[in-house]
Protein backbone atom coordinates (compact mmCIF):
# COMPACT_ATOMS: atom_id res chain seq x y z
CA UNK A 1 0.00 0.00 0.00
CA UNK A 2 1.33 3.19 -0.93
CA UNK A 3 2.74 5.62 2.15
CA UNK A 4 0.16 8.30 0.98
CA UNK A 5 -2.49 5.95 1.43
CA UNK A 6 -1.19 4.80 4.82
CA UNK A 7 -1.38 8.46 5.85
CA UNK A 8 -4.93 8.65 4.31
CA UNK A 9 -5.92 5.53 6.44
CA UNK A 10 -4.38 7.00 9.63
CA UNK A 11 -6.22 10.65 9.15
CA UNK A 12 -9.88 8.72 8.50
CA UNK A 13 -9.30 6.60 11.72
CA UNK A 14 -8.39 9.85 13.88
CA UNK A 15 -11.91 11.38 12.34
CA UNK A 16 -13.72 8.21 13.75
CA UNK A 17 -12.65 9.42 17.39
CA UNK A 18 -14.78 11.33 19.54
CA UNK A 19 -13.34 14.76 18.85
CA UNK A 20 -14.15 14.77 15.33
CA UNK A 21 -17.72 16.57 14.17
CA UNK A 22 -20.35 14.32 13.33
CA UNK A 23 -20.29 15.04 9.70
CA UNK A 24 -16.04 14.11 9.71
CA UNK A 25 -17.32 10.61 11.89
CA UNK A 26 -19.78 9.87 9.69
CA UNK A 27 -17.73 10.53 6.60
CA UNK A 28 -14.68 8.41 7.67
CA UNK A 29 -17.21 5.70 9.25
CA UNK A 30 -18.75 5.69 5.40
CA UNK A 31 -14.73 5.76 3.90
CA UNK A 32 -13.30 3.08 5.97
CA UNK A 33 -16.45 0.72 5.44
CA UNK A 34 -15.85 1.26 1.78
CA UNK A 35 -12.05 0.51 1.77
CA UNK A 36 -13.00 -2.67 3.84
CA UNK A 37 -15.37 -4.35 1.07
CA UNK A 38 -12.37 -3.88 -1.06
CA UNK A 39 -10.57 -6.73 0.60
CA UNK A 40 -7.38 -5.83 -0.34
CA UNK A 41 -4.84 -7.37 2.58
CA UNK A 42 -2.62 -4.35 2.79
CA UNK A 43 -5.57 -2.10 2.91
CA UNK A 44 -6.91 -4.04 5.98
CA UNK A 45 -3.81 -4.36 8.20
CA UNK A 46 -3.49 -0.66 7.65
CA UNK A 47 -7.00 -0.17 8.71
CA UNK A 48 -6.39 -2.19 12.17
CA UNK A 49 -2.75 -1.26 12.31
CA UNK A 50 -4.15 2.71 12.47
CA UNK A 51 -6.61 1.98 15.75
CA UNK A 52 -9.95 1.85 13.57
CA UNK A 53 -10.66 -1.66 15.76
CA UNK A 54 -11.24 0.04 19.27
CA UNK A 55 -13.25 2.97 17.49
CA UNK A 56 -15.47 0.67 15.61
CA UNK A 57 -15.90 -1.64 18.86
CA UNK A 58 -17.23 1.50 20.18
CA UNK A 59 -19.57 2.45 17.78
CA UNK A 60 -21.60 -0.74 18.42
CA UNK A 61 -22.56 0.47 21.52
CA UNK A 62 -25.61 1.79 22.72
CA UNK A 63 -25.31 5.39 21.74
CA UNK A 64 -24.82 5.10 18.72
CA UNK A 65 -27.43 5.25 15.68
CA UNK A 66 -28.75 2.38 13.72
CA UNK A 67 -27.29 3.16 10.51
CA UNK A 68 -23.40 3.84 12.33
CA UNK A 69 -24.13 0.03 13.86
CA UNK A 70 -24.41 -0.72 10.30
CA UNK A 71 -21.51 0.80 8.81
CA UNK A 72 -18.95 -0.36 11.95
CA UNK A 73 -20.20 -4.29 12.08
CA UNK A 74 -20.04 -3.72 8.19
CA UNK A 75 -16.26 -3.19 8.49
CA UNK A 76 -15.39 -5.57 11.15
CA UNK A 77 -16.93 -8.21 8.83
CA UNK A 78 -14.59 -7.52 6.13
CA UNK A 79 -11.96 -6.80 8.87
CA UNK A 80 -12.63 -10.53 10.63
CA UNK A 81 -11.95 -11.95 7.18
CA UNK A 82 -8.22 -11.42 8.14
CA UNK A 83 -7.37 -13.90 10.91
CA UNK A 84 -5.10 -12.23 12.88
CA UNK A 85 -7.09 -9.18 12.48
CA UNK A 86 -9.87 -11.48 14.24
CA UNK A 87 -7.28 -12.00 17.05
CA UNK A 88 -6.90 -8.51 17.27
CA UNK A 89 -11.25 -7.77 17.56
CA UNK A 90 -11.73 -10.80 19.48
CA UNK A 91 -8.91 -9.08 22.01
CA UNK A 92 -11.36 -6.15 22.17
CA UNK A 93 -14.10 -7.66 23.30
CA UNK A 94 -16.18 -7.66 20.07
CA UNK A 95 -18.23 -10.92 21.08
CA UNK A 96 -20.73 -9.41 23.38
CA UNK A 97 -21.79 -6.62 21.67
CA UNK A 98 -22.11 -7.94 18.55
CA UNK A 99 -24.32 -10.87 19.89
CA UNK A 100 -26.58 -8.27 21.39
CA UNK A 101 -26.73 -6.59 17.55
CA UNK A 102 -28.34 -9.87 16.75
CA UNK A 103 -31.45 -8.98 18.64
CA UNK A 104 -34.90 -8.42 17.67
CA UNK A 105 -34.43 -4.40 17.90
CA UNK A 106 -31.97 -4.51 14.65
CA UNK A 107 -32.55 -4.27 11.24
CA UNK A 108 -32.37 -7.33 9.33
CA UNK A 109 -29.38 -5.98 7.56
CA UNK A 110 -27.44 -5.14 10.53
CA UNK A 111 -28.52 -8.38 12.16
CA UNK A 112 -26.90 -9.67 8.70
CA UNK A 113 -23.88 -8.06 9.51
CA UNK A 114 -23.36 -9.08 12.75
CA UNK A 115 -23.63 -12.67 11.77
CA UNK A 116 -21.03 -12.46 9.30
CA UNK A 117 -18.22 -11.06 11.87
CA UNK A 118 -19.76 -13.59 14.54
CA UNK A 119 -18.71 -16.25 11.74
CA UNK A 120 -15.42 -15.20 10.96
CA UNK A 121 -14.59 -15.26 14.45
CA UNK A 122 -15.78 -18.76 14.63
CA UNK A 123 -13.34 -19.62 12.76
CA UNK A 124 -11.31 -19.99 15.72
CA UNK A 125 -12.19 -22.49 17.80
CA UNK A 126 -12.13 -21.00 21.18
CA UNK A 127 -13.90 -18.48 19.66
CA UNK A 128 -17.28 -21.17 18.97
CA UNK A 129 -17.02 -21.73 22.54
CA UNK A 130 -17.09 -17.99 23.53
CA UNK A 131 -19.66 -16.98 21.13
CA UNK A 132 -22.06 -19.56 22.33
CA UNK A 133 -21.36 -18.62 26.15
CA UNK A 134 -22.29 -15.37 25.27
CA UNK A 135 -25.61 -16.43 24.35
CA UNK A 136 -25.33 -16.19 20.20
CA UNK A 137 -26.60 -19.56 19.09
CA UNK A 138 -30.21 -18.74 20.13
CA UNK A 139 -30.44 -15.72 18.05
CA UNK A 140 -28.72 -17.36 15.30
CA UNK A 141 -30.99 -19.86 14.91
CA UNK A 142 -33.99 -16.83 15.05
CA UNK A 143 -32.51 -15.24 12.21
CA UNK A 144 -33.36 -18.75 10.11
CA UNK A 145 -36.93 -17.42 10.39
CA UNK A 146 -38.76 -17.15 7.30
CA UNK A 147 -39.48 -13.84 8.33
CA UNK A 148 -36.03 -12.76 7.56
CA UNK A 149 -34.75 -11.94 4.44
CA UNK A 150 -32.72 -14.19 2.58
CA UNK A 151 -29.53 -12.57 3.55
CA UNK A 152 -29.81 -12.83 6.85
CA UNK A 153 -31.00 -16.60 6.80
CA UNK A 154 -27.83 -17.48 5.04
CA UNK A 155 -25.25 -15.58 7.21
CA UNK A 156 -27.14 -17.13 10.49
CA UNK A 157 -26.67 -20.85 8.51
CA UNK A 158 -22.71 -19.98 8.31
CA UNK A 159 -22.30 -18.57 11.13
CA UNK A 160 -23.98 -21.81 13.04
CA UNK A 161 -22.46 -24.19 10.92
CA UNK A 162 -19.40 -23.07 11.42
CA UNK A 163 -20.06 -22.85 15.16
CA UNK A 164 -21.54 -26.47 14.90
CA UNK A 165 -17.84 -27.67 14.30
CA UNK A 166 -17.37 -28.01 18.09
CA UNK A 167 -19.05 -31.18 19.33
CA UNK A 168 -20.64 -29.46 22.81
CA UNK A 169 -22.39 -26.88 20.06
CA UNK A 170 -23.39 -29.53 17.67
CA UNK A 171 -25.93 -30.44 20.85
CA UNK A 172 -26.91 -26.97 21.90
CA UNK A 173 -27.68 -26.00 18.22
CA UNK A 174 -29.96 -29.01 17.95
CA UNK A 175 -31.33 -27.81 21.07
CA UNK A 176 -32.46 -24.41 20.05
CA UNK A 177 -34.59 -25.76 17.37
CA UNK A 178 -32.03 -24.76 14.69
CA UNK A 179 -32.50 -27.89 12.73
CA UNK A 180 -35.86 -27.66 10.93
CA UNK A 181 -35.07 -24.07 9.37
CA UNK A 182 -32.23 -25.20 8.47
CA UNK A 183 -33.81 -28.27 6.73
CA UNK A 184 -36.18 -25.86 5.27
CA UNK A 185 -33.65 -23.54 3.97
CA UNK A 186 -32.22 -26.43 2.15
CA UNK A 187 -34.99 -26.40 -0.55
CA UNK A 188 -34.00 -22.69 -1.09
CA UNK A 189 -34.16 -21.08 -3.95
CA UNK A 190 -30.82 -19.21 -3.41
CA UNK A 191 -27.66 -21.73 -4.01
CA UNK A 192 -25.53 -20.00 -1.29
CA UNK A 193 -28.56 -20.72 1.46
CA UNK A 194 -28.76 -24.46 0.34
CA UNK A 195 -25.55 -24.81 0.29
CA UNK A 196 -25.04 -22.90 3.91
CA UNK A 197 -27.92 -25.08 5.05
CA UNK A 198 -26.19 -28.25 4.10
CA UNK A 199 -22.83 -27.44 5.29
CA UNK A 200 -24.61 -26.32 8.87
CA UNK A 201 -26.24 -30.00 8.52
CA UNK A 202 -23.44 -31.64 8.03
CA UNK A 203 -21.59 -30.55 10.65
CA UNK A 204 -24.94 -30.84 13.32
CA UNK A 205 -25.24 -34.92 11.94
CA UNK A 206 -21.30 -35.38 13.59
CA UNK A 207 -23.34 -35.90 16.46
CA UNK A 208 -25.39 -39.07 16.44
CA UNK A 209 -28.27 -38.20 18.45
CA UNK A 210 -28.22 -35.54 15.45
CA UNK A 211 -28.71 -37.58 12.72
CA UNK A 212 -31.85 -39.08 13.50
CA UNK A 213 -33.55 -35.45 13.81
CA UNK A 214 -31.89 -34.23 10.86
CA UNK A 215 -33.55 -37.14 9.13
CA UNK A 216 -36.84 -36.99 10.88
CA UNK A 217 -37.15 -33.33 9.61
CA UNK A 218 -36.91 -34.30 6.29
CA UNK A 219 -33.44 -33.56 5.14
CA UNK A 220 -32.62 -36.57 3.30
CA UNK A 221 -35.29 -35.99 0.09
CA UNK A 222 -33.64 -32.92 -0.28
CA UNK A 223 -29.68 -33.22 -0.01
CA UNK A 224 -30.41 -36.08 -2.34
CA UNK A 225 -31.84 -33.11 -4.69
CA UNK A 226 -28.80 -31.32 -4.50
CA UNK A 227 -26.44 -34.12 -5.20
CA UNK A 228 -27.57 -33.29 -8.75
CA UNK A 229 -26.17 -29.48 -9.06
CA UNK A 230 -22.73 -28.98 -9.20
CA UNK A 231 -22.66 -26.30 -6.28
CA UNK A 232 -23.78 -27.74 -4.14
CA UNK A 233 -22.70 -31.68 -4.85
CA UNK A 234 -19.60 -31.51 -2.60
CA UNK A 235 -21.74 -30.07 0.21
CA UNK A 236 -24.21 -32.39 0.42
CA UNK A 237 -22.38 -36.00 -0.03
CA UNK A 238 -20.26 -34.47 3.10
CA UNK A 239 -23.66 -33.94 4.50
CA UNK A 240 -25.47 -37.62 3.75
CA UNK A 241 -21.70 -39.28 5.03
CA UNK A 242 -21.97 -38.25 8.25
CA UNK A 243 -26.42 -39.01 7.96
CA UNK A 244 -25.44 -42.47 6.67
CA UNK A 245 -23.28 -43.80 9.81
CA UNK A 246 -27.09 -43.96 11.18
CA UNK A 247 -28.53 -47.46 10.01
CA UNK A 248 -32.06 -46.63 9.29
CA UNK A 249 -30.30 -43.56 7.36
CA UNK A 250 -29.23 -45.75 5.33
CA UNK A 251 -31.81 -47.26 4.42
CA UNK A 252 -33.37 -44.04 3.46
CA UNK A 253 -30.95 -42.18 1.67
CA UNK A 254 -31.03 -45.43 -0.72
CA UNK A 255 -34.80 -45.15 -1.40
CA UNK A 256 -34.71 -41.49 -1.91
CA UNK A 257 -32.36 -42.19 -5.05
CA UNK A 258 -28.73 -41.28 -3.41
CA UNK A 259 -26.54 -44.36 -4.80
CA UNK A 260 -26.75 -43.37 -8.89
CA UNK A 261 -25.86 -39.25 -8.00
CA UNK A 262 -23.05 -40.43 -5.35
CA UNK A 263 -21.65 -43.33 -8.19
CA UNK A 264 -21.77 -40.26 -10.83
CA UNK A 265 -20.04 -38.05 -7.90
CA UNK A 266 -17.34 -40.71 -8.16
CA UNK A 267 -15.96 -39.39 -11.20
CA UNK A 268 -16.10 -35.49 -10.53
CA UNK A 269 -13.07 -33.67 -11.57
CA UNK A 270 -13.64 -32.74 -7.92
CA UNK A 271 -11.13 -34.40 -5.70
CA UNK A 272 -12.84 -33.64 -2.93
CA UNK A 273 -16.33 -34.51 -4.22
CA UNK A 274 -15.14 -38.08 -5.45
CA UNK A 275 -13.27 -38.51 -1.68
CA UNK A 276 -16.73 -37.53 -0.39
CA UNK A 277 -18.95 -39.92 -2.68
CA UNK A 278 -16.54 -42.82 -1.96
CA UNK A 279 -17.03 -42.30 1.78
CA UNK A 280 -20.83 -41.98 1.85
CA UNK A 281 -21.01 -44.96 -0.56
CA UNK A 282 -18.93 -46.91 1.99
CA UNK A 283 -20.88 -45.74 4.91
CA UNK A 284 -24.07 -47.08 2.53
CA UNK A 285 -22.41 -50.54 1.52
CA UNK A 286 -22.70 -51.31 5.72
CA UNK A 287 -26.29 -52.04 4.79
CA UNK A 288 -26.49 -55.72 2.95
CA UNK A 289 -29.07 -54.80 0.35
CA UNK A 290 -27.30 -51.77 -0.66
CA UNK A 291 -23.91 -53.66 -1.64
CA UNK A 292 -25.32 -54.85 -4.61
CA UNK A 293 -27.37 -51.15 -5.58
CA UNK A 294 -24.33 -49.81 -5.52
CA UNK A 295 -22.08 -52.30 -7.52
CA UNK A 296 -25.08 -52.38 -10.08
CA UNK A 297 -24.83 -48.06 -10.69
CA UNK A 298 -21.23 -48.88 -11.79
CA UNK A 299 -19.58 -47.37 -8.20
CA UNK A 300 -16.77 -50.48 -8.52
CA UNK A 301 -14.38 -48.94 -11.40
CA UNK A 302 -14.90 -46.07 -10.44
CA UNK A 303 -13.80 -46.51 -6.73
CA UNK A 304 -11.00 -49.02 -8.07
CA UNK A 305 -9.60 -45.73 -10.14
CA UNK A 306 -9.87 -43.52 -6.86
CA UNK A 307 -6.97 -46.59 -4.95
CA UNK A 308 -4.39 -45.16 -7.53
CA UNK A 309 -5.33 -41.60 -6.51
CA UNK A 310 -3.28 -41.17 -3.30
CA UNK A 311 -5.49 -38.68 -0.80
CA UNK A 312 -8.60 -40.78 -2.17
CA UNK A 313 -7.23 -44.30 -1.86
CA UNK A 314 -7.93 -45.21 2.08
CA UNK A 315 -11.43 -43.57 1.33
CA UNK A 316 -11.76 -46.11 -1.76
CA UNK A 317 -10.33 -48.85 0.10
CA UNK A 318 -13.14 -48.56 2.79
CA UNK A 319 -15.84 -48.56 0.47
CA UNK A 320 -14.55 -51.52 -1.41
CA UNK A 321 -14.25 -53.38 1.79
CA UNK A 322 -17.83 -53.46 2.61
CA UNK A 323 -18.67 -53.95 -0.92
CA UNK A 324 -17.25 -57.23 -0.39
CA UNK A 325 -18.85 -58.53 2.25
CA UNK A 326 -21.25 -59.64 -0.81
CA UNK A 327 -19.86 -62.14 -2.86
CA UNK A 328 -20.68 -61.32 -6.28
CA UNK A 329 -18.87 -58.69 -5.93
CA UNK A 330 -15.55 -60.11 -4.62
CA UNK A 331 -15.56 -61.38 -8.37
CA UNK A 332 -16.65 -57.79 -9.51
CA UNK A 333 -14.27 -56.03 -7.26
CA UNK A 334 -11.37 -58.50 -8.32
CA UNK A 335 -12.47 -58.12 -12.01
CA UNK A 336 -11.87 -54.77 -11.71
CA UNK A 337 -8.32 -54.52 -11.04
CA UNK A 338 -8.25 -54.00 -7.16
CA UNK A 339 -5.87 -56.60 -6.12
CA UNK A 340 -2.74 -55.44 -7.22
CA UNK A 341 -3.36 -51.78 -6.25
CA UNK A 342 -4.56 -53.13 -2.53
CA UNK A 343 -1.84 -55.17 -2.16
CA UNK A 344 0.32 -51.43 -2.89
CA UNK A 345 -1.67 -50.05 -0.46
CA UNK A 346 -0.27 -52.73 2.48
CA UNK A 347 3.32 -50.62 2.22
CA UNK A 348 1.47 -46.98 2.48
CA UNK A 349 2.82 -44.55 4.59
CA UNK A 350 -1.05 -43.09 4.79
CA UNK A 351 -2.44 -43.94 8.25
CA UNK A 352 -5.14 -46.55 8.27
CA UNK A 353 -4.37 -47.25 4.64
CA UNK A 354 -2.74 -50.10 5.35
CA UNK A 355 -5.78 -51.44 8.07
CA UNK A 356 -8.32 -51.15 5.58
CA UNK A 357 -6.64 -52.34 2.66
CA UNK A 358 -5.69 -55.53 4.81
CA UNK A 359 -9.24 -55.90 5.80
CA UNK A 360 -10.34 -56.03 2.21
CA UNK A 361 -8.08 -58.20 0.68
CA UNK A 362 -9.01 -60.32 3.86
CA UNK A 363 -12.48 -59.91 2.67
CA UNK A 364 -12.08 -60.31 -1.39
CA UNK A 365 -9.70 -63.95 -0.36
CA UNK A 366 -12.93 -65.67 0.49
CA UNK A 367 -12.99 -65.96 -3.22
CA UNK A 368 -11.18 -69.62 -4.32
CA UNK A 369 -9.88 -67.55 -7.64
CA UNK A 370 -9.02 -64.34 -5.59
CA UNK A 371 -6.74 -66.39 -3.46
CA UNK A 372 -4.71 -66.84 -6.23
CA UNK A 373 -4.67 -63.43 -7.62
CA UNK A 374 -3.94 -62.22 -3.82
CA UNK A 375 -0.69 -64.14 -3.38
CA UNK A 376 0.03 -63.85 -7.23
CA UNK A 377 -0.09 -59.91 -6.77
CA UNK A 378 2.60 -60.62 -3.65
CA UNK A 379 0.23 -59.61 -0.95
CA UNK A 380 2.01 -62.86 1.59
CA UNK A 381 4.98 -61.16 2.36
CA UNK A 382 3.87 -57.67 2.90
CA UNK A 383 1.09 -59.41 5.08
CA UNK A 384 3.69 -61.12 6.80
CA UNK A 385 5.99 -57.98 7.87
CA UNK A 386 2.50 -56.50 9.11
CA UNK A 387 1.85 -59.45 11.34
CA UNK A 388 5.19 -59.23 12.79
CA UNK A 389 6.46 -55.68 12.05
CA UNK A 390 5.99 -52.53 15.42
CA UNK A 391 2.24 -52.26 13.85
CA UNK A 392 -0.52 -51.65 16.27
CA UNK A 393 -2.39 -54.97 17.62
CA UNK A 394 -5.30 -54.53 15.41
CA UNK A 395 -2.87 -54.54 12.47
CA UNK A 396 -1.52 -57.69 13.42
CA UNK A 397 -4.47 -59.56 14.20
CA UNK A 398 -5.94 -58.61 10.50
CA UNK A 399 -2.92 -59.47 8.95
CA UNK A 400 -3.18 -62.89 10.84
CA UNK A 401 -6.61 -63.20 9.62
CA UNK A 402 -6.27 -62.39 6.14
CA UNK A 403 -3.22 -64.98 5.89
CA UNK A 404 -5.52 -67.63 7.84
CA UNK A 405 -8.19 -67.07 4.86
CA UNK A 406 -5.21 -66.87 2.46
CA UNK A 407 -5.11 -70.33 3.40
CA UNK A 408 -1.11 -70.28 4.73
CA UNK A 409 -0.39 -72.07 7.88
CA UNK A 410 2.39 -71.21 10.42
CA UNK A 411 4.88 -72.83 8.61
CA UNK A 412 4.09 -70.97 5.36
CA UNK A 413 4.44 -67.60 7.66
CA UNK A 414 8.01 -68.83 9.14
CA UNK A 415 8.99 -69.49 4.96
CA UNK A 416 7.55 -65.52 4.00
CA UNK A 417 9.89 -64.47 7.29
CA UNK A 418 13.01 -66.20 6.21
CA UNK A 419 12.61 -64.94 2.71
CA UNK A 420 12.40 -61.20 4.19
CA UNK A 421 15.32 -61.94 6.00
CA UNK A 422 13.25 -60.92 9.30
Not at 26 to 51: K, V, Y
Request: proline share 4%; net charge negative; charged share 10%.
Amino acid sequence: MPPLARRDVKSLVRKLGASARPSQHRGALEAITQLCWHRNTDCLTAIATAGAIPALMHMLGAGSTADVHQNAAAALAKLADNAEIAATITAAGAIPPLVQLLGVGSSHQLQANAAVVLRNLAENADNQVTIAGAGGILPLMRLLGSASPAVAQETAAAALGKLAENADNQVTIAAAGAIPPLVQLLGSASRGGAQLAAAALGCLAENTDNQATIAAAGAIPLLVQLLGASYTADTAAGALMFLAQNADNQVTIAAAGAIPSLVQLLGSASRGGAQLAAAALGRLAENTDNQATIAAAGAIPLLVQLLGAGSTADTAAAALLFLAQNIDNQVTIAAAGAIPLLVQLLGSASPGADVVATSALGRLAENDDNKVTITAAGAIPLLVQLQLGPGSDLMKQLATAALKVLGHSSSDVLSGIEGLGI
